[in-house]
């Protein structure tokens, strides 16, 4: 088994012309393996086997800059747990994955890091500036080792809320899929799932200028405002919304006290990474209290029906409300 290991592991990390979507693959497969103890050994003999030239300061620090990058969020839904072990595994994996050509070919190694999650988990992170980071499930957030003198640039394919660490010198710039954030300082949730229909900004507090989309100049949000994407039509809308209600999804306990529905649903779909569809025939604005903190969807849908005569269907990564 570990000669299987090994020969997989040798293949992804001596290519660096494999195509994005081989690669995405070999990441996935390395997170449905990550208790694997063959796995562990195989990565550990690469790691051992290496022979690229560092000094013992350097190693240091490249080791305390992984545990500063790398901090796993608590689990969020019982019977889930996040990848206890992601800085030690698949993460650590992609970063070590440059050093290892480097020792093989004698190339200047990658100083690139690759942050994942998986479906259901969220991951919180500190970027080497200070940037506070949640990622969601199934998301992937791309970022230099170090960031340059003049600009902080990250590749964000999911969904993030960040925290961003004020540089008046060094704007903090975040790409998705068609769309560019621009921001010094301020706190928004980004939604740019590849496979999804819409990229979202929602910004809480401070201005961010938003490129891309077909827009002919740039725009600028304000606190409350949330500029959505349209992939199909190549249309962009932005509406005055509760940011609150789009920047709460990380957090461990979420009190609903007199709250109308349509907040509540709002605040589900970002917790659980799902869309909710709700009938017209319900009064989306009656009030509910209620608190949710580790339970599964399903079990909240059925506090929901206790307080609420509604009836609901759950159909992956889609949930359908009606009323009884």
């Known amino acids: ?50 022979t690229a030239y560092a000094t013992d300061d350097q190693n240091a620090a490249g080791l305390a800059r992984l545990h500063a990058a790398i901090r796993p969020e608590p689990r969020r839904h019982a019977g889930r747990r996040l990848l206890r072990r992601i800085a030690t595994t698949a993460a650590a994996v992609l970063i070590f994955a440059g050093g290892y050509q480097a020792a093989r070919f004698g190339i200047r190694p990658r100083s690139e890091i690759t942050l994942l999650t998986a479906e259901g988990n969220v991951g919180e992170f500190t970027l080497p500036d200070g940037t506070h980071v949640w990622l969601n499930g199934k998301s992937r957030l791309r970022f230099p080792a170090e960031f340059s003198d003049r600009s902080r640039e990250v590749t964000l394919s999911g969904e993030a809320f960040f925290e961003v660490m004020k540089d008046s010198l060094r704007p903090f710039r975040v790409a998705m899929n068609d769309l560019k954030i621009e921001v010094l300082g301020t706190s928004f949730d980004a ?31 304000r606190p409350d405002e ?89 159909d992956g990564n889609h949930v359908l409300i009606t009323s009884k």
């Open 226 to 314: 949330k500029l959505s994407f349209d992939r199909y039509s190549k249309t962009i809308a932005v509406e005055h919304v509760d940011a609150r209600n789009y920047c709460r999804w990380f957090e461990s306990r979420l009190v609903f006290d007199n709250t109308p529905l349509a907040d509540i649903v709002t605040n589900l779909e970002r917790r659980y990474n799902v869309e909710i569809s709700v009938s017209t025939h319900l009064p989306v604005r009656k009030r509910l209290s209620m608190v949710v903190c580790h339970e599964s969807l399903e079990d909240i849908m059925e506090v929901m029906a206790t307080l609420v005569p509604i009836r609901y269907r759950i």
């Open 1 to 50: 088994m570990n000669k299987r290991y090994d020969r997989i592991l040798d293949y992804f990390f001596r290519r660096q012309d494999l195509p994005e979507d081989i690669r995405r693959r070999f990441e996935r497969w390395m997170l449905d393996r990550e208790d694997s103890p063959e796995l562990d050994e195989a990565l550990l003999g690469l790691w051992n086997g290496h």
């Open 191 to 221: 939604i740019g799932y590849a496979a999804g229909s819409h990229e979202q900004i929602i910004l809480k507090t401070g201005s961010v200028r938003v490129l891309g989309g077909n827009t002919a100049a740039p725009i600028t949000l």
